[in-house]
T-cell receptor, first 113, second 116 residues
């Protein structure tokens, strides 16, 4: 079992839809949970991160962490064609200087106008 | 503020050759990490350097090596290239120097290596 599992998609939604992207993980030591977005021919860029459990909102994006279920989610409200990209979850332990980020394989999202 | 710069962006090599990829981190960032990205395996951690010392290493064969210079610039080398080494190699820098806190990585655009 990989440490981080992420459905690769592809996921196709109409413009304005609410998108839900998810990852599960097996390592209970993970404390930092991040979401990166990667456009074609670009490197990943950080969208947001959370520490431990709970929710975090940034504009149209909301990240949720449920440590009891080892499950994290990213919600995108009012999705736009510009949101079309691959979304990668990433995690690390609290001792982040000594434990590298572990990434999911990414979910490819297409938002159709 | 300039981002993470990787060179070259694209390169084609043949099996058995070696390749060196370069990465210039964001000014002031002392940590540089390298990842390999393939469609089948996603992003896999290669190694991380901090202040010229390898701090972490992923599960890759010894053909993959790296180093970091005093100005924080980093290089990675792959020797005796195999077809399976074809991938996007991503470099990321971070300001995180201590052992705690979120290790937020800023990635470069990557070097796409094709091995024929």
């Amino acid at each position: 079992q990989k440490e981080v599992e992420q459905d690769p998609g592809p996921l196709s939604v109409p413009e304005g839809a609410i998108v839900s992207l998810n990852c599960t993980y097996s390592n209970s030591a993970f404390q930092y949970f991040m979401w990166y977005r990667q456009y074609s021919r670009k490197g990943p860029e950080l969208l947001m991160y959370t520490y431990s459990s709970g929710n975090k909102e940034d504009g149209r994006f909301t990240a949720q962490v449920d440590k009891s279920s080892k499950y994290i989610s990213l919600f995108i409200r009012d999705s736009q064609p510009s949101d079309s990209a691959t979304y990668l979850c990433a995690m690390s332990g609290v001792d982040s200087g000594n434990t590298p980020l572990v990434f999911g394989k990414g979910t490819r999202l297409s938002v159709i106008a | 503020k300039a981002g993470v710069t990787q060179t070259p962006r694209y390169l084609i090599k043949t099996r058995g050759q070696q390749v060196t990829l370069s990465c210039s981190p964001i000014s002031g960032h002392r940590s540089v990490s390298w990842y390999q990205q393939t469609p089948g395996q996603g992003l896999q951690f290669l190694f991380e350097y901090f202040s010229e010392t390898q701090r972490n290493k992923g599960n890759f064969p010894g053909r993959f090596s790296g180093r970091q210079f005093s100005n924080s610039r980093s290089e990675m080398n792959v020797s005796t290239l195999e077809l399976g080494d074809s991938a996007l190699y991503l470099c990321a820098s971070s300001s995180a120097g201590g052992s705690s806190g979120a290790n937020v990585l800023t990635f470069g655009a990557g070097s796409r290596l094709t091995v024929l």
